[in-house]
């Protein structure tokens, strides 16, 4: 019994087998065939996966070392978990596309947008927000801040103050061109940055570091 595959080989040789007919339905046939097995694979190993969602999971976080149990949709961002959640709101949402820096937190001594990272992902990591900086007496970052003016109306010191934190965890002598590089990616709409780079240069020194090299705004 012939296919209809096989009746367009013989129509187009003439009622004989050509062998690029031949070659072509075999090579059609195989890929639909090879095709269907990759989908088929693909279906098993997301049915393995564990779904979460689309409603409220439970979720543990460790926050400035402490655990916080938490509800939460699998797309809550960890900036707003922070703050609808968990009632931790000096991380300000601003911009909230990972351009503004206002709510950095450090996530494994990591400086990190928390308006880009999802809730869910931040499980098992350590994160520290502008709360749990102080150890029984104000950070000398924050020390620093008041004493060079580097604020002015503060909705942005939070995220500049944790940027800090960890650029001088990473750099405790830095230079005034590394701090302002460094801080980088951190906006504010007052235009407070000299004072803000003098009161990382100060940290720097209070924290243990020698600073080298001078520099204006």
């Known amino acids: 019994m012939s296919s209809k595959q096989d009746d367009d080989i013989r129509t187009k ?25 990759v989908l088929e694979e693909e279906a098993q190993a997301q049915s393995k996966v564990a779904v979460q969602g689309p409603g409220l999971t439970p979720i543990q976080l460790d926050i400035n070392n402490r655990p916080h149990q938490v509800s939460v949709e699998p797309r809550a961002t960890l900036l707003d978990t922070l703050r609808n ?9 601003v911009c909230d596309r990972g351009t503004c820096g206002a709510c950095t937190v450090l996530m494994n001594g990591k400086v990190i947008y928390a308006c880009t990272v999802l809730a869910i992902d931040a499980q098992g990591k350590k994160i520290e927000t502008i709360e749990g900086i102080s150890q029984g007496k104000p ?51 007052c235009g407070t940055y000299v004072g803000i780079r003098k009161a990382v240069l100060e940290a720097a020194k209070t924290m243990g570091g020698k600073v080298t090299g001078g520099g204006n705004a």
């Open 13 to 37: 040789s003439g009622g004989r087998f050509s062998r690029r007919g031949f070659v072509k339905g075999v090579s059609l046939s195989t890929g639909v065939l090879g095709a269907a097995g």
């Open 85 to 93: 959640k968990l009632d931790l709101t000096g991380a300000k949402r």
């Open 139 to 189: 950070h000398p970052v924050s020390v620093a801040w008041v004493n060079n003016d580097a604020q002015q109306c503060g909705y942005c010191t939070p995220g500049f103050v944790m940027a800090a934190k960890g650029f001088l965890e990473r750099n405790p002598n830095p230079t005034y061109e590394q701090v302002k590089r460094g801080l980088g990616g951190n906006l504010c709409r």
